[in-house]
């Protein structure tokens, strides 16, 4: 609405202006002085100076607007994520939507700092314009009214083809474009191989392909550019040139003249430029696709009413003929899983990578929902439970656990936020942490996380089963706890284990054997189907 | 500044006589433009004193013609600039290129720092538009401003000196207000920016665990006050950003409305005719087109300096590894490779990525290198291949040190496969042909055949000429790094280096690969680096690195006694040890922690153990010191091998190593 006013003024301005120059011109023609015209030229100077405020004030205001709703469109995919499908990110995506959260902005700023006034201008200017040289001149209007449409038909018409064109080309200029990055990167590989030197010809060959290929789409592309400009400067010399003639013949005067001929260009320019800004604005439109279809997609957790959960200290969690697949990609990750963890027993999970492990851990943490089958405590469906509340009962140490920028002491905290500091203190000793945190220059002050100081997998893996410890849940799931640790540190988390599982449900989740050896059931994992299970033997 | 960019502009080398034939074209377009609509206002003016219409017949020819011009020599303007800057950009990319190459990967931040490199390409994309959008405008505006205060003067030399100044004001002033303008907001926001992207990537990250321990409020409250501050900053300097535009407008209005102060009173003192007033004003209304492109044009050129001035910094390194002022021959066939007490750190780095390693991979030799990842396993690889020169210590190839070896041959002697080894964005035959340009059809279906991919290559409708996206990204993981090997296979190399090749792949089909590969070059040494269990069954000999030390050797060979780990104490500084010559004339000693000696020796030839050679001939009576190696060592035997090398012969070292 506000662009609209806005627009709306700016055409008021424009008509203004061209009123007041050819008012000046006329005037002096006639023999005015100076002093006669002071006062239109103090106007005509307002009139640039309102011009010039309205295109600040239109960029201004579109700025604003695009911090806002980027900030909008961030915060609402954060909710999201935390809210509805917390794991549906690996970690290289998230690092690239954050960075695209953020720097988006600049290709918002375009989209609406300029294309969103720019089809206000075009919408309002050209007309405003029209009506008023109408009103002055009918024939200068038929004039314009005639080769106006020209230039949107054009644009169209030519942009077509430019597509066509840009599409079928696609491939071999992708290549061509990324062949120098592609070969930089391969630089070592290269070199290994003694191909370095020669390449700089294959560069200079395939840039100079590049450039060939590429003015070739720029001749056709620029075509547009040229016709609506064709249609723009005909358009200013048709008008001056039939103004000129009734100007000999008396059918009008010079103030009218002059208006009109400075009205000319301003007819065609808001349309020319809404090409530009289109083109400008593309990178912001993607953005916000991008963060508007992530915000579309359907939760991949929902919870149906809030039913308190039974503890799974007393009663059976079980995994009924599950089935999931990942919305997006093809294949089932699970396919038919019945498996139960009864209450105190230790469970181990064990088969290949991509076995389906990792996804049973994130069903029981309901950090994902299954696709058919349901996981229930004590015969209850968790779909119908109150999810925070469940996840109160489980304590869940994932491969790889993230360390989140704060002290030692946030990390561990995270497990039970009301904790006090000797607690602590106690789950970092269970979990076999405490003797490294001591050694670390500030203790459990020391700040850890990204920019902090910098922990090996197997400290991380610790410092994740202190946070398990404090948790104090009744279920507890693992997974993968010794994985990416060397000998020494495995053999630390696996003492710390045997300390875990007294007193509760612990599930863990293995591709190696040695974690699953003192645990009281082994169920085996392959393609997402349970191949094998058996008791431990004589415990 | 200036320094920058005369140095950019010489790498892209561009012609005069082209980039001059840009700006004309560039300056033509913009005059036309502005002619048309000034002989436009001439035409009305004096088309208004009523004049037989004969005699307004050049004005409106002059009015088409301009018309019809301005767009087409800004067709051509925009042709020509633009084939100049991709002829510059190709330019620029060769000889970045070529100053490149000698300092990858090592002196380039090694090959973890993918970015840099990403980075500089980015900076050398973005000097494409340093004549169109950055040398270009400045330069038309130049000569169409002077065009048109030259008109000007000719008509009334008053109105020239305020249509200069405006131009002035509009070229320069509202330029550098804009750029300053840009750089604080810049500055201000780039903060809060990395504050709210590093709190994203963290939550996005964490999310799972946010949700698992309940704690989605507390992370969004975070998340929410870095944005509320980059939103605060964003709407605060959006007041800033229309500014340019809008002192332009200004700059304009002020000009024109001078020009006509000027014009008018020139006319009523009848200094001025009255059909030149409409004329003058037009122009000076339309000569402000001639420096609207500029406040654009100065932020393009000084992004193009800070892409220059970051390219020029990583041309101007010099490379740490050089070619020898007299190189040796090259190696022989089946060369004995080793690392001597090896320290070696990446340029930049306060930590060494190895310290006192000692390794030897024996001709024909299968060892693998095992550790976690950070632990100089790739370091070892970088090493062997000279992209990096060890700090202390030596690399040994055929007992000669590495740094004796022109690099090319040097290379010869090894080929590369697995992770770190590029697969490009090109056909499975250009992929091939890396390693070996000649090779025939033949040839590479052999190869094709040896890590049997040659079934699934015919299957494609394209064969051969099958495109494998971005490193490889359009084949599975298997097939990517089968394809790096049979790469590798192509050439004669006899040291296969074979860098996690089992990345990414299951454990069926991780064992499967690496026991065909190593299958496939029985004959080649084999240095396997990898950080997972498959195939470590099948080599001779596991060498385990921790945080850039040797823990632990295991050697798999169906040797009796032998086949169990090792494992060493942690390492101390220990003083070196020695022992005297008493032999005939000999090559290498053989020095041993002594629980080795104590433990296998017997069962084990010295060659087995290879823990640290004493390199240069000995003579009898020779005192023999092995140094600076962090466990106690005991020379514990000293071999008597082949006779040192006579000139022209081709001894190989076979037969020392021989089993």
């Given at each position: 609405m506000v662009d609209v006013a806005l627009g709306v003024l700016a055409a008021v301005v424009v008509l203004l202006q061209a009123t007041l120059l050819a008012r000046i011109v006329a005037r002096s023609f006639g023999g005015a002085s100076l002093e006669d015209v002071s006062i239109d030229l103090v106007l005509l100077v307002l009139a640039f100076a309102a011009r010039g405020l309205l295109a600040w004030g239109f960029e201004?205001?579109?700025?604003?607007?695009?911090?806002?709703?980027?900030?909008?469109?961030?915060?609402?995919?954060?909710?999201?994520?935390?809210?509805?499908?917390?794991?549906?990110?690996?970690?290289?995506?998230?690092?690239?939507?954050?960075?695209?959260?953020?720097?988006?902005?600049?290709?918002?700023?375009?989209?609406?700092?300029?294309?969103?006034?720019?089809?206000?201008?075009?919408?309002?200017?050209?007309?405003?314009?029209?009506?008023?040289?109408?009103?002055?001149?009918?024939?200068?209007?038929?004039?314009?009214?005639?080769?106006?449409?020209?230039?949107?038909?054009?644009?169209?018409?030519?942009?077509?083809?430019?597509?066509?064109?840009?599409?079928?080309?696609?491939?071999?200029?992708?290549?061509?474009?990324?062949?120098?990055?592609?070969?930089?990167?391969?630089?070592?590989?290269l070199r290994a191989f003694n191909r370095g030197t020669a390449q700089a010809d294959a560069i200079a060959d395939v840039s100079d392909r590049y450039r060939r290929c590429t003015m070739g789409t720029l001749r056709v592309a620029f075509l547009s550019g040229a016709v609506l400009e064709l249609a723009a400067t005909l358009g200013v010399a048709l008008v001056a040139v039939t103004v000129g003639v009734r100007l000999v013949d008396g059918g009008l005067g010079l103030q009218a003249g002059l208006t009109v001929l400075v009205l000319a260009p301003e007819l065609y320019l808001p349309l020319r430029r809404l090409g530009e800004q289109f083109h400008a604005s593309a990178n912001g439109l993607a953005v916000a696709d991008r963060l508007v279809t992530l915000l579309d997609a359907p939760p991949a957790v929902r919870t149906r009413n809030a039913a308190t959960p039974p503890s799974p200290a007393a009663t059976v969690v079980r995994l009924e003929n599950v089935t999931f697949s990942y919305p997006a990609r093809p294949g089932v990750v699970l396919d038919g899983v019945t498996l139960e963890l009864r209450p105190g027993e230790t469970v181990a999970l064990v088969g290949p990578s991509g076995a389906g492990k990792s996804t049973v851990a994130k069903l029981l943490v309901r950090l994902a929902e299954p696709t058919t089958g349901i996981v229930s405590v004590d015969n209850t469906d968790l779909a119908s439970c109150d999810?925070?509340?469940?996840?109160?009962?489980?304590?869940?140490?994932?491969?790889?656990?993230?360390?989140?920028?704060?002290?030692?002491?946030?990390?561990?905290?995270?497990?039970?936020?009301?904790?006090?500091?000797?607690?602590?203190?106690?789950?970092?000793?269970?979990?076999?942490?405490?003797?490294?945190?001591?050694?670390?220059?500030?203790?459990?002050?020391?700040?850890?996380?990204?920019?902090?100081?910098?922990?090996?997998?197997?400290?991380?893996?610790?410092l994740a089963l202190a946070r398990a410890f404090l948790r104090d849940a009744p279920l507890v799931v693992l997974d993968e706890p010794t994985a990416n640790l060397d000998p020494a540190s495995a053999e630390l988390v696996t003492y710390a284990i045997e300390h875990l599982r007294e007193g509760r449900t612990l599930l863990v989740i293995a591709h190696r054997p040695e974690p699953a050896q003192r645990a009281d059931r082994v169920i085996t994992l392959q393609a997402g189907r349970v191949v094998a299970e058996r008791e431990a033997a004589a415990a | 500044m200036t320094k920058t960019l005369r140095r950019v502009l010489r790498l892209a080398g561009v012609p005069r006589r082209s980039a001059a034939l840009s700006v004309v074209l560039g300056a033509l377009a913009v005059g036309f433009g502005i002619a048309l609509m000034t002989t436009a206002g001439y035409l009305i003016s004096r088309a208004a004193e009523r004049p037989p219409i004969l005699s307004l017949t050049v004005a409106i020819v002059a009015v088409r013609f301009f018309g019809l011009a301005r767009p087409v020599t800004r067709y051509l303007d925009r042709l020509v600039s633009h084939d100049l800057a991709l002829r510059a950009l190709g330019r620029l990319r060769v000889r970045v290129y070529e100053r490149l190459e000698p300092l990858a990967p090592a002196d380039l931040g090694g090959y973890r720092h993918g970015e840099l490199l990403a980075r500089t390409v980015g900076d050398v994309d973005a000097l494409q538009g340093l004549y169109?959008?950055?040398?270009?405008?400045?330069?038309?505006?130049?000569?169409?401003?002077?065009?048109?205060?030259?008109?000007?003067?000719?008509?009334?030399?008053?109105?020239?000196?305020?249509?200069?100044?405006?131009?002035?004001?509009?070229?320069?002033?509202?330029?550098?207000?804009?750029?300053?303008?840009?750089?604080?907001?810049?500055?201000?926001?780039?903060?809060?920016?990395?504050?709210?992207?590093?709190?994203?990537?963290?939550?996005?990250?964490?999310?799972?665990?946010?949700?698992?321990?309940?704690?989605?409020?507390?992370?969004?409250?975070?998340?929410?006050?870095?944005?509320?501050?980059?939103?605060?900053?964003?709407?605060?300097?959006?007041?800033?950003?229309?500014?340019?535009?809008?002192?332009?407008?200004?700059?304009?209005?002020?000009?024109?409305?001078?020009?006509?102060?000027v014009a008018v009173a020139a006319h009523d003192a009848g200094n001025l005719d009255r059909v030149p007033v409409a004329t003058l004003a037009l122009l000076a209304l339309s000569s402000i087109d001639a420096v609207a492109p500029l406040p654009a044009a100065a932020r393009e050129l000084w992004e193009n300096v800070t892409s220059g001035r970051r390219i020029l910094e990583l041309i101007d390194r010099e490379p740490s590894v050089n070619d020898p002022r007299d190189p040796i021959a090259p190696p022989p066939g089946r060369p004995a490779v080793a690392l001597e007490g090896v320290t070696a750190r990446y340029s930049?780095?306060?930590?060494?990525?190895?310290?006192?390693?000692?390794?030897?991979?024996?001709?024909?030799?299968?060892?693998?290198?095992?550790?976690?990842?950070?632990?100089?396993?790739?370091?070892?690889?970088?090493?062997?291949?000279?992209?990096?020169?060890?700090?202390?210590?030596?690399?040994?190839?055929?007992?000669?040190?590495?740094?004796?070896?022109?690099?090319?041959?040097?290379?010869?002697?090894?080929?590369?496969?697995?992770?770190?080894?590029?697969?490009?964005?090109?056909?499975?035959?250009?992929?091939?042909l890396v390693a070996r340009p000649d090779a025939s059809d033949a040839d590479l279906r052999h190869a094709l055949a040896r890590v049997r991919l040659d079934a699934w290559v015919d299957s494609l409708p394209d064969g051969l000429e099958t495109l494998v996206g971005e490193d490889g990204c359009r084949l599975s993981g298997g097939q990517r790094q089968r394809l790096t090997v049979a790469r590798a296979l192509l050439t004669d190399a006899p040291v296969l280096l074979l860098d996690e090749p089992t990345a990414h792949l299951d454990t069926a089909t991780a064992e499967a690969f690496v026991h065909d590969v190593l299958a496939a070059s029985e004959e080649r040494s084999v240095l396997l680096v990898t950080h997972r269990p498959e195939g470590l069954d099948v080599v001779d000999e596991v060498v385990r690195l921790e945080e850039g030390r040797v823990v632990e050797r295991t050697l798999r060979r169906e040797l009796p006694g032998v086949d169990e780990s090792v494992t060493l104490p942690p390492a101390r500084p220990r003083p070196p040890a020695r022992t005297t010559v008493t032999g005939r004339e000999m090559r290498h000693a053989v020095a041993v922690p002594p629980w080795i000696a104590v433990r296998v020796f017997n069962d084990v030839t010295a060659d087995d153990l290879g823990v640290a050679l004493v390199p240069s001939p000995v003579e009898l009576g020779d005192e023999i010191a092995v140094e600076a190696h962090p466990w106690p060592l005991e020379i514990v035997d000293v071999i008597s091998a082949r006779p040192a090398r006579r000139e022209g012969s081709n001894g190989h070292p076979d037969e020392e190593w021989s089993r």
């Open positions: 201004s205001a579109g700025r604003r607007a695009s911090a806002t709703t980027l900030s909008q469109l961030r915060l609402s995919l954060v909710e999201r994520r935390l809210r509805d499908e917390p794991s549906a990110l690996d970690g290289a995506e998230s690092a690239e939507l954050a960075t695209i959260a953020v720097q988006g902005v600049d290709g918002l700023d375009a989209y609406f700092g300029r294309y969103l006034p720019q089809v206000v201008l075009a919408c309002v200017v050209p007309v405003a314009v029209l009506v008023w040289v109408g009103t002055i001149d009918r024939v200068s209007a038929l004039v314009m009214l005639l080769t106006l449409p020209l230039v949107p038909v054009f644009m169209w018409l030519i942009g077509r083809y430019t597509e066509e064109q840009t599409r079928r080309r696609w491939e071999s200029l992708r290549l061509l474009s990324t062949h120098f990055l592609d070969v930089v990167r391969g630089l070592p590989t999810t925070e509340a469940w996840r109160r009962l489980v304590a869940w140490v994932p491969q790889r656990p993230t360390i989140f920028r704060g002290t030692v002491m946030d990390n561990i905290l995270l497990g039970d936020p009301s904790a006090d500091h000797e607690a602590v203190r106690v789950a970092a000793q269970l979990a076999g942490a405490d003797s490294f945190v001591q050694a670390l220059p500030q203790g459990y002050a020391t700040t850890v996380g990204d920019g902090g100081r910098a922990l090996s997998a197997g400290e991380r893996q610790r | 169109v959008r950055g040398f270009g405008p400045p330069l038309v505006a130049l000569l169409v401003g002077s065009a048109c205060v030259g008109v000007m003067a000719y008509a009334l030399p008053l109105a020239a000196v305020v249509l200069a100044a405006g131009l002035l004001v509009g070229g320069l002033v509202v330029p550098a207000v804009t750029l300053v303008v840009n750089q604080r907001t810049g500055r201000r926001q780039a903060p809060a920016r990395a504050e709210l992207t590093a709190e994203l990537v963290e939550l996005l990250r964490g999310a799972p665990e946010l949700a698992a321990f309940g704690h989605q409020g507390e992370a969004l409250a975070r998340v929410t006050a870095a944005d509320r501050e980059l939103v605060r900053l964003g709407r605060r300097d959006a007041l800033a950003a229309g500014v340019g535009d809008g002192l332009m407008v200004l700059v304009a209005g002020a000009t024109t409305a001078g020009v006509l102060a930049g780095d306060d930590e060494p990525a190895l310290r006192g390693v000692d390794f030897v991979l024996p001709p024909g030799r299968h060892v693998a290198l095992v550790g976690a990842s950070g632990a100089g396993k790739t370091t070892v690889t970088g090493l062997l291949l000279r992209f990096l020169d060890p700090e202390e210590g030596r690399v040994t190839i055929d007992g000669h040190d590495a740094r004796d070896y022109r690099q090319e041959d040097l290379r010869e002697t090894f080929a590369l496969a697995g992770q770190d080894a590029h697969v490009f964005d090109a056909t499975i035959r250009a992929n091939l």
